[in-house]
């Protein structure tokens, strides 16, 4: 069932969901997933990437590969009223997408 994303724009959601959520790490990326009834039936989803991970083109590049594995994925299986914060990794750039959806999948269902 296909629900709709807000993407997180502020600081102090992040550090929310960092302080209080549940933190899983895959080969590819972080996750950190935080359920709160204050979402009116939505998912809010954040993307990072770190400098460590290369310069701007780079980042941007691993940040548009996390926002369609969240329109395919976490639309499909994530949990209603939930926080998703994806950290990317250096691997999120040279693995399959194909690999990257399966990675996600598991993760979240």
Do not use: C, H, W
């Amino acid at each position: 069932m296909a629900q709709s994303i807000i993407t997180i724009k502020k600081r102090s959601t992040y550090l929310y969901v960092k302080n209080n959520g549940k933190f899983i790490s895959t080969k590819s990326f972080n996750i950190q997933i935080l359920q709160q009834s204050d979402l009116n039936n939505e998912i809010a989803i954040g993307y990072t990437a770190t400098k460590r991970l290369g310069n701007a083109v780079t980042r941007n590049r691993a940040k548009r590969r996390m926002k369609e594995l969240a329109r395919k994925v976490i639309t499909k299986y994530g949990k209603i009223n939930s926080y998703y914060v994806l950290i990317a990794k250096n691997s999120i750039l040279t693995k399959p997408f194909k690999e990257l959806e399966m990675e996600l999948e598991n993760v979240i269902a």
